[in-house]
Structures are given as structure tokens and as C-alpha cells.
């Protein structure tokens, strides 16, 4: 059975500036099938570093012959590549079962299969499992396919959804993420606003899924709202891997969020115990409330290398934090942004705007709250409600959405307008967010002439890509 996982030619968030990610999903998939299926031969497709436009994807799936196809469909305004990409896949070989799975499309299994004819199935939530069992079976037209659980597929023209999977219960016993599948090309992943273009980057899962439901997150609804974890050691373990084995020099913790408890200290000191020099950078996404309670963890952890932390602010309303669902308050914020620089980690402080009740004079507000914060690094964020959630249901029902152009579902387009405000106006207040915050010639000068390496790269790459006059082209 030939297995040919593709990961899609992509357009990266211009907010992040020049970044090229390792498509950790398919090679996370690929080393669980390469250790379950012994006869399966598998090649991973990374269109982007290798180079591969739409024409090369179909002379490389000519080439591989493969019996299935899959194609990583991580968020929603990834959809339209994954859709062409499993388009040429059928034009080559019909006979090929095409799959694909992630977040948008677990959540809209049965629109899609309606939709785009060159799916032939889609695996919904955690894929492992679930894909293995396809593997194994080999054929759509094999009658046991209705016996695999957590997938969706057509059959004539009926769709047919089958019972969900039960999720993995020790993710400790998971095989390493796939790196040696792109081993030719695993010094051209980076983060160059990060970490540099020199420094290899890679992604290390320490969890799955969160404790918490934000109603503007997609990530709850796909993890069926529960949260988790790899042990300490066995996440120092894939960290150690990465570096010794890959180069990985800029390491990102993929967990939605890092958590409360004493995982922090824990990881700090199985890391402490390993032979790691100290050119290791962590980056990690944290609660601001989380970050509070660990407050005495982290000087141990910038110690082992945790450089950088994205902390959710939102909004300087704890009202709007409230319909959020959050479970903080802006005293969180300021606390969690004060104590990271206190022990010298970066800030990194995402905001949203475009709520339906928000008003110029609301986002004015966001404005001022975020100078006064004064984080390292800001990004601002236009609300999106996505397929799957409640809060689309609810957009859809009363008419707000304007904009069905899923590639635009980024967070950096405005989709619907306020009660009070356009969707040009909310893309403009966008713009005048980044404006404010960056167009400050003290910020701006601190940034590059900063004394904190990270920072002085981060503005120095903003200002050569022009990152801000970017968001006035969108209006």
C-alpha cells in the first residue's frame, strides 16, 4: 500500500512575517502509520520547501503511484489548496482514495463531502487511528470501511457519517513526529522573525487540546473540549531528539495552552538534566492567568531556553472578556506582560477586535490599552467566527457574514461588519491598531536598537517587510 501524504503550496500569515513551519501534522500521522503498518510505503510532499508548484504535485503523484492520497487541512483558509490538491490527485489516477481531515474539515464533514466531489473521505478529529484503519483496509469500495470509526465518506450519493473515535488516551505512547520523512529539507524550516532564518525550526507537541471553551477558538469543538498532556520527560525527550538529531535550534510548543500546575517546573528541570546547550529558544502559548500562577517557575524556565510566550489579552473590557468566555480580567494581562519581563521573556500579546458590539470609541480603547500594556510584541486579530462554532451558527442565521471566501478566514480580514461599524471600517481599525502601536517612533527605535536580541530581529524584520502598510492594502 503506497501512502503519499501532500502538504499543499501555502500563503503564510504576513503578520508573522517571513516563517516556513514543518507540516507536523501529516509527519505526526506518517510516523504512526510507518510504525502500525510495516508494508506501507510512504513519502511525505512538503510543496513549499521543496519547492513543488500544482504541476509538480501532479507529475509527483504520477511518479509515486500512490493507492491513497491525504492532504493536511489544518485551518479553515487552508481549505481551497487541500481541495486542489486532492482535485489533481483524481485527475491522475480516479481510482486514488483521497483523504483529508483537521479542524474545518471535521467540523464540516458533510458540507464539504456535498461540495467538493474529489473527497472521497475525510477522518474527522484525531487522525492516527483512524487513518491506520483506512490504510489497512485499502479501498473505499471495501465493505469494512463501515466499520472504521471517525470518518466521513460518500457512498453513491448518500453521506455517510460514522461513530466518533474515541480520543488517544496516553499520547506518551505516540512515535516521534516523522522529521526523518523531510530530513533533506528540515534546515529550511524557520522563523525568521523570531529566531532568524538560520535557526531550524521545529514543533514539539507537549498536549492536546485545552481545559477552556473561548468561543472564538476552534480548538475546544475539535479536541471534544478536553485537554491532554505528554509527560514532562517524554516532552524534554522530543526536544532533545529535535536538537541533537535535526539542529532544532527554535523549538515551538504547539499546546493551545501551556496550563496551570507544575508542568512548568517539571519540564524545567527534565530539561535541566539533559545535555542541551544554551542555544536552545522555546516559544510556548500560556494563559495569562496560568502565567501568574507560575510565577515562580519561570526564571527556571527562561533558564532552559523559554525565550518567548504569546499570552491571549483580547480585549481592556473584562465585560467583552466575559462573552468571551476567557475566565480572566485585563488585571490578568497586565500581570502575566509585567511578570514575563521581569524575567526577561519575551511578551508576545495577542488582542481581537471586530466584536459585533464593538464601536470606533471601543477599539480606541483597545488602542490605548495595548500602548499603555506595552508588550514586546503585539498582534492584532479581527473576530472570526468559524464553521463549527456556535458563534458561526449564530453570524450565518442573522445575516452579519459578508465575506464566504474561506481563504480569507485568517484573522486578518474582516469578514462581517459590527452593529455600528462596515467591514471596510473594521478593516480599517485594524490598520490603525498596528499603526498606533508600531508607528510610534519610541517603540519603533526602542525595538531596533533594543538590547534584547529577540526584539531587535523581530522590528528589524517588521520594518524590511513593511508588516504595517501591508494591513492598509487589504482596505
Not at 516521534?176 to 529550511?188: A, E, L, N, Q, R
Request: hydrophobic letters at 35%; a neutral charge; one cysteine or more.
Amino acid at each position: 500500500m503506497k501512502v503519499l501524504f501532500i502538504e499543499p503550496p501555502r500563503n503564510f500569515w504576513f503578520v508573522m512575517g517571513d516563517y516556513l513551519p514543518p507540516p507536523y501534522g501529516i509527519i505526526q500521522l506518517a510516523a504512526y502509520l510507518e510504525r502500525e503498518v510495516k508494508d506501507a510505503e510512504i513519502q511525505v510532499l512538503d510543496c513549499t520547501v521543496q519547492s513543488v508548484d500544482w504541476d509538480g504535485i501532479e507529475k509527483h503523484i504520477e511518479s509515486f503511484n500512490p493507492d491513497i492520497v491525504a492532504s493536511s487541512g489544518f485551518a479553515t483558509s487552508n481549505t481551497y489548496p487541500v481541495i486542489r490538491t486532492l482535485e489533481i490527485a483524481k485527475k491522475v489516477d480516479p481510482n486514488i482514495l483521497t483523504v483529508t481531515g483537521g479542524q474545518h474539515f471535521t467540523v464540516t464533514a458533510h458540507e464539504s463531502l456535498e461540495k467538493y466531489p474529489e473527497i472521497d473521505v475525510i477522518a474527522r478529529g484525531e487522525g492516527e487511528q483512524t487513518l491506520t484503519e483506512l490504510v489497512k483496509q485499502g479501498s473505499r469500495k471495501n465493505p469494512s470501511i463501515q466499520s472504521i470509526k471517525g470518518i466521513s465518506f460518500k457512498r453513491g450519493k448518500e453521506i455517510i457519517h460514522n461513530p466518533n473515535r474515541p480520543l488517544i488516551k496516553d499520547l506518551d505512547n505516540l512515535p516521534y513526529p516523522g522529521y526523518h520523512f523531510v530530513k533533506d529539507f528540515v534546515h529550511k524550516y524557520h522563523f525568521a522573525a523570531m529566531a532568524g532564518r538560520k535557526a531550524p525550526y521545529a514543533l514539539v507537541e507537549g498536549a492536546r487540546g485545552c481545559s477552556h471553551r473561548c468561543t472564538f477558538c476552534t480548538q475546544w469543538r475539535h479536541w471534544e473540549g478536553s485537554w491532554r498532556l505528554k509527560s514532562p520527560d517524554r516532552i524534554a525527550d522530543e526536544i532533545e531528539f529535535c536538537y541533537e538529531n535535526y539542529g532544532s535550534r527554535f523549538i515551538w510548543l504547539t499546546d493551545d495552552d501551556f496550563g496551570p500546575g507544575d508542568r512548568a517546573s517539571k519540564l524545567a528541570d527534565e530539561l535541566l538534566a539533559r545535555k542541551i546547550g544554551d542555544d536552545l529558544m522555546l516559544f510556548l502559548q500560556w494563559r495569562c492567568d496560568d502565567v501568574i500562577r507560575n510565577e515562580k517557575a519561570l526564571a527556571k524556565m527562561r533558564k532552559v531556553g523559554l525565550y518567548w510566550v504569546m499570552v491571549g489579552v483580547e480585549s481592556p473590557e473584562d465585560s467583552t472578556l466575559r462573552s468571551f468566555n476567557k475566565g480572566i480580567t485585563t488585571a490578568h494581562a497586565s500581570e502575566a506582560v509585567k511578570l514575563l519581563k521581569k524575567n526577561g521573556i519575551f511578551a508576545h500579546a495577542m488582542f481581537i477586535l471586530g466584536e459585533r458590539n464593538d464601536t470606533a470609541e471601543s477599539i480606541q480603547t483597545l488602542r490605548e490599552f495595548a500602548n499603555e500594556l506595552d508588550p514586546d510584541f503585539a498582534i492584532f486579530t479581527v473576530y472570526t467566527p468559524f464553521p463549527g462554532l456556535p458563534t458561526y451558527d449564530e453570524a450565518k442565521r442573522n445575516g452579519w457574514i459578508e465575506d464566504y471566501n474561506l481563504s480569507n478566514y485568517d484573522m486578518a480580514h474582516a469578514i462581517m461588519p459590527t452593529e455600528t461599524l462596515t467591514r471596510k471600517e473594521v478593516q480599517e481599525e485594524l490598520y490603525k491598531c498596528y499603526r498606533s502601536f508600531y508607528g510610534s517612533w519610541r517603540r519603533r527605535l526602542g525595538g531596533i536598537f533594543s538590547t534584547n536580541k529577540l526584539k531587535r530581529t523581530l522590528y528589524w524584520h517588521m520594518m524590511s517587510k513593511g508588516v504595517v502598510r501591508q494591513f492598509k492594502e487589504l482596505f
